[in-house]
């Protein structure tokens, strides 16, 4: 039996994507989908779609910041990550209850961590090949400077001994 919160939850999310992107929804059903927030599936008019919100305050602004990244790929031929739709004032997302919520296009299956090392590295290289056209993107240093960090941290510092050898795991 579905609560009232989450009656409310899919109210509100019917009345945003009807306001925000026009359009005609006809079911919103929650979808085993991401790995925070909230996602939902939903059927529109227009086609189906998944809405994926985040309501964690320490991770709004990087989900946020992580949309145009998205539509990069896309935009340059990444077909296995799902296009976002727009608002219908060409945002990326909205603002959804104490959260931030986007809509992209659908695309089949639930949450899995069970992927080959070989379709990953595979979609990785795929990424990488694109040309970022001046996109300001974070990087990762594949260095030692965090054990250094870890050690210097352990060595240093008079630290309880389980501390120290949690860090010299």
């Known amino acids: 039996m579905e609560s009232i919160s989450s009656r409310s939850r899919t109210g509100a999310l019917t009345a945003l994507l009807s306001s925000e992107y026009g359009m ?3 079911t919103v ?3 085993k989908r991401g790995f925070y927030g909230e996602t939902w599936d939903v059927q529109a008019d227009e086609g ?3 809405v994926k919100a985040d309501f964690w305050r320490h991770h709004k602004e990087s989900y946020q ?3 145009p990244a998205v539509r990069q790929m896309t935009s340059r031929g990444i077909s296995f990550v799902p296009r976002i739709a727009e608002t219908r004032d060409g945002r990326l997302c909205c603002p959804f209850q104490e959260g931030v919520a986007a809509v992209f296009a659908y695309a089949a299956g639930d949450l899995s961590e069970d992927v080959s090392v070989t379709q990953l590295y595979d979609h990785l290289a795929k990424v990488y090949l694109l ?3 001046g996109m300001e993107l974070k990087t990762e240093a594949f ?3 965090p054990l250094l960090t870890f050690q210097d941290l ?3 510092i008079p630290l309880p001994d389980e501390v120290g050898r949690a860090l010299s795991q």
Do not use: G, T
Request: hydrophobic share 35%; no cysteine.
């Open 24 to 26: 005609q929804v006809k």
């Open 29 to 31: 059903r929650p979808a």
């Open 48 to 50: 189906r779609y998944f």
């Open 65 to 67: 910041a992580s949309l």
């Open 131 to 133: 040309d970022s056209h």
């Open 143 to 145: 260095d030692i400077a």
């Open 154 to 156: 352990r060595d240093r």
